[in-house]
């Protein structure tokens, strides 16, 4: 059997389910765990940087789905990147999204784990988390794609409750909605918040990366980045405001499960808001590892990763192999890192992709142009502006496994000569 029948993917998933994809892969990166780090940086400007975070990832999102257009075909910004610009920054693309989104999962199996198990099981009940959500992914895409709509649905019909619950004892406002920072440090606060919520977008790269399993692509793509964009984003408003007004920065960014607060004691509506975290986690679980293991497809295709991964199950089309790997470096992941450190990692990884993507998108010509070339310059400038704000542990750690990956495909290239 050539390499071509083996890495076939199932062109199947229509716009709602595409649509799905995206909103279950944000809905669990932003409500359930981004809250509290955000405010802890921000403080009462932290609706300044999801306003931020919420530009950038318009930008992203528009750029995306201008490539998608032209290039319908897995791996996402890497392809663009190597069709727009040349093989290494293709490379660097799709080498940070494999990267990003790996930390993206640990750190939605670590969110699953707090809302679901008790301190002495977490890091167990995680790995569980990650093992089942590869063993559905390996059934096939659609149903993954059936499984992301139960799981979203679930979760929004949770925070719904919540957020009732909420306004609901609400008598006088906990915090001020919005305070403006008045120095430097301040502001400085505010973009790191806003690189940190940004982790709570990027989800919609999931759509970007499917374009072999859509139907219509070249239409369906863009329609469902900017339709699922659309609709975590008011969704992460009202939450936003509803944390502020009745929680208050500073109980916020000490909160170790925030929207908990918004329900109190009562044990009904706290068993809702449990079960939803639960399946928002889970349902981002499912679209994150099923992205990357579509972008690690691509990259194994062109050589970049090694080709032993350039295979799909000749049932289901999915890359079995990719998957399960997978399964084993979260494993490793979940033994020894923190949320805080997922997150922030996250965040470095797929801010650069997306730098890319807005370059990429910035040297598109003639009818693939749908959007002024103002909104690439602005994502890809702000894009590194995040960047360079995010922890310093982040920063240094996402340079040196971007790094290591630089010296691999270096070492590779000399191999071939």
């Known amino acids: 059997m050539g390499s071509g029948a ?10 709602a389910d595409a649509v799905a ?20 940086a921000a403080g009462g400007a932290l609706l300044v940087g999801l306003v931020i975070a919420a530009v950038v990832a318009w930008c992203n999102a528009t750029s995306s789905a201008q490539l998608a257009a032209q290039y319908p075909s897995a791996g996402g910004t890497y392809v663009f990147g190597r069709r727009q610009l040349g093989e290494w920054p293709g490379f660097l693309a799709g080498w940070s999204f494999v990267i990003g989104k790996t930390a993206s999962v640990a750190a939605m199996a670590m969110t699953f784990a707090a809302y679901l198990a008790p301190d002495g099981w977490r890091a167990p009940v995680a790995i569980a988390a990650v093992w089942l959500m590869v063993g559905v992914n390996l059934l096939g895409v659609t149903r993954t794609a059936k499984a992301a709509m139960v799981l979203g649905g679930l979760a929004i019909l949770a925070l719904a409750v919540s957020l009732a619950f909420g306004w609901g004892g609400f008598d006088s406002p906990a915090g001020a909605l919005l305070t403006v920072p008045d120095a430097v ?7 790191q918040s806003a690189g940190l919520l940004f982790f709570a977008f990027a989800g919609y790269a999931r759509i970007a990366t499917m374009g072999e399993e859509v139907k219509d692509p070249e239409h369906t793509i863009g329609r469902a980045i900017i339709t699922a964009l659309a609709i975590v984003l008011v969704l992460y408003a009202i939450v936003g405001v509803s944390l502020l007004l009745i929680v208050g920065d500073g109980a916020l960014a000490d909160a170790v499960a925030p929207l908990t607060l918004l329900v109190g004691g009562h044990p009904v509506a706290r068993a809702v808001l449990v079960a939803g975290a639960v399946a928002a986690t889970a349902g981002a679980l499912l679209g994150l590892l099923s992205g990357i293991g579509r972008t690690w497809l691509a990259m194994s295709r062109e050589g970049d990763l090694p080709r032993h991964f350039d295979h799909t199950h000749p049932k289901t089309k999915v890359p079995h192999r990719i998957e399960i790997t997978l399964g084993i470096l979260l494993t490793t992941v979940l033994l020894v890192a923190d949320l805080r450190g997922a997150i922030g990692f996250s965040s470095f990884g797929v801010l650069l992709y997306y730098f890319v993507a807005n370059v990429s998108a910035y040297t598109q010509t003639g009818a693939w142009r749908r959007w002024s070339r103002a909104w690439q310059v602005l994502g890809g400038t702000l894009c590194l502006v995040l960047v360079v704000t995010l922890p310093w542990q982040s920063i240094l750690g996402g340079l040196a496994v971007l790094g290591a990956g630089v010296v691999w495909r270096m070492v590779l290239l000399r191999r071939r000569v």
């Not at 892969?25 to 780090?37: C, D, E, I, K």
């Not at 440090?185 to 973009?191: A, E, H, P």
């Open 185 to 191: 440090g301040g502001w400085y606060g505010v973009l």
């Open 6 to 15: 083996r890495s076939e993917l199932n062109r199947s998933l229509g716009l």
């Open 21 to 40: 994809i995206g909103v279950a892969s944000m809905v669990g990166a932003g409500v359930f765990a981004v809250w509290a780090p955000a405010a802890a």
